[in-house]
């Protein structure tokens, strides 16, 4: 059975820390919900996991069944059974969908897969997330509407078959009948097995998908490690309880511009 | 497709009637002249292997359409000169993908002379530099005064792979006239960061990656070609990469 363990991982983007030291546990066969306020380092946290060259790691250890994943590339932590449902798939203008599946379907196949092969195995993964077959023959998610980009990361997780899956915001962008349909694929793989890490700011989906323990981010750690009746109790009374029961100070998601700005805000902002 | 041995193109090749054209190795030093008689409508694809250095002038007369699609994967030098004159209602369409290597240096002027209204110009240039190789795109459509009611477009796109690969994009625009429409774009970059990341989040290795995006890049130049050649460019893009 694989365990990801990650043992206080530290990372910064362009010299700012937003990972300060995460802590967490995860297994094949559990579905973890991944909550916290925005700006907290949730998808920074998928994003290291799976290597994006964005973010510097820092400090700490990522650890799938004992081998340190931080230091392999993003194609080794694939082949090892780790996948990411990203949050905005790239559009990659000119690679054909199907040239790119295929590629990926063999990278994690002993040998490579025949085109008969492959066309059955995508018609049967493109009906089960309900998509038009001519999608997988357009260019990467080119001119593809949100919903249609979320169902083709379902569809790369059907085929790839991870391990371990990190789902960020899967169900942003998708109208009720696809999000069921969405859910639908991940429950299936819940029952095979497969481990999951799903970020998502609604009960709807966990509803759906019925996570086994909710962990909340709070300032680039995890401040809460629980049953999934948590993820419940967030999308009734949001993220104050955790400072009053807790005494976690909540940071602010930083902005950038300044508070004041012009027009009647600034006014009574001066008058202050 | 009418295949066409370069050597046999005369001082000034004529195309009389509607056919489309196909110069295997389209290499070594030459000057070609060619011209389109009034209402003929044809294409010519050219296919670069070694390098071809010289000038091609084009007169399009009344009416005439040319579609140009140049494939070059020389290995070393290219330099290419186009230059297209245009009658009243002649159009021209040229497509240039350019694949430079390491230690290679190549340039493309491709200029369109708008001589009279009603004409239309398209010239859409890709290109990828590797390594040490300097790639330069650019040319100048000119609209004549006179030449009302004519469109032109210059697009340049330039992929560079390394930090040392040296890409040049100029697309002019010269305008003599009212009541036209003209544009130019050029781009020049490497590859993204995020589709690169995409794709190698799903197994792929950084040099399949890679590969896979440049094929994308370069692959609408295959319209231009037969099946059985377009097999040759696909290899020769992965071969090379």
């Known amino acids: ?233 967030i999308d009734k009374q949001g993220y104050e309880w955790i400072k009053t029961e807790l005494g976690i100070e909540v940071a602010k998601e930083e902005k950038d511009m300044n508070t004041v700005s012009i027009g009647s805000c600034a006014v009574k902002e001066s008058i202050k | 497709m009418k295949e066409l041995l370069l050597d046999n193109i005369s001082d000034n090749f004529v195309f009389d009637k509607n056919e489309n054209f196909f110069i295997n190795n389209f290499d070594g030093e030459k000057d070609i002249k060619i011209t389109l008689n009034e209402d003929v409508e044809s294409s010519l ?25 140049y494939a070059d994967f020389a290995k070393n030098l290219s330099k290419t000169n186009v230059s297209v004159s245009l009658e009243e209602g002649a159009k021209v369409i040229f497509h240039l993908a350019s694949l430079t290597e390491d230690n290679s240096n ?36 000119y609209i004549k005064n006179g030449s009302a009611k004519s469109k032109t477009r210059q697009s340049a796109k330039i992929m560079v792979f390394d930090e040392k690969s040296i890409g040049i994009a100029k697309p002019v625009l010269k305008i003599d006239e009212n009541d036209i429409e003209a544009s130019h774009g050029a781009v020049v970059g490497k590859i993204s960061d995020e589709h690169l990341f995409y794709l190698m989040s799903r197994g792929l290795s950084e040099e399949k990656a890679k590969t896979l995006i440049t094929y994308g890049y370069l692959k609408p130049i295959m319209n231009g070609f037969d099946e059985n050649v377009q097999k040759t460019i696909e290899q020769l893009i992965e071969g090379r990469m």
């Open chain 1, 1 to 233: 059975m694989s365990t990801l363990v990650i043992k206080d991982l530290c990372a910064e983007v362009e010299g700012k820390p937003i990972l300060k030291g995460v802590n967490l546990t995860l297994s094949k066969g559990e579905t973890v919900a991944l909550l916290g306020p925005n700006g907290h380092g949730k998808s920074t946290l998928l994003n290291v996991l799976m290597g994006h060259p964005k973010y510097k790691v820092t400090k700490g250890e990522v650890l799938l069944d004992g081998k340190n994943i931080l230091e392999m590339s993003t194609d080794e932590r694939s082949k090892l059974g780790l996948f990411l449902g990203m949050q905005n798939p790239s559009e990659v203008p000119g690679v054909i969908n199907s040239d790119f599946l295929r590629a990926a379907i063999n990278e994690h196949s002993e040998k490579p897969v025949s085109t008969y092969q492959f066309y059955k195995l995508l018609d049967s993964a493109t009906k089960e997330v309900k998509m038009p077959f001519d999608l997988a023959t357009r260019g990467l998610n080119e001119g593809f509407s949100g919903g249609e980009k979320k169902r083709n990361e379902i569809l790369q997780l059907l085929l790839l078959n991870p391990e371990i899956a990190f789902l960020d915001e899967i169900d942003s962008g998708l109208d009720v009948d696809a999000l069921q349909i969405v859910a639908d694929v991940i429950c299936k793989l819940e029952d095979k097995g497969m481990g999951f890490l799903v970020i998502s700011h609604y009960a709807r989906l966990y509803d759906l998908i019925k996570p086994t323990r909710a962990v909340v981010m709070i300032n680039g750690r995890i401040a809460v490690d629980a049953g999934p009746e948590v993820a419940q109790r």
């Open chain 2, 45 to 69: 694809s050219m296919l670069s292997l070694s390098g071809f250095k010289g000038n091609i002038n084009i007169k399009i007369n009344k009416n005439s359409r040319l579609e140009i699609y």
């Open chain 2, 106 to 141: 190549k340039s493309f002027t491709v200029s369109v002379d708008h001589d009279a209204i009603n004409t239309y110009s398209l010239i859409d240039n890709y290109g990828v530099v590797k390594g040490n190789g300097k790639l330069v795109f650019d040319g100048t459509s």
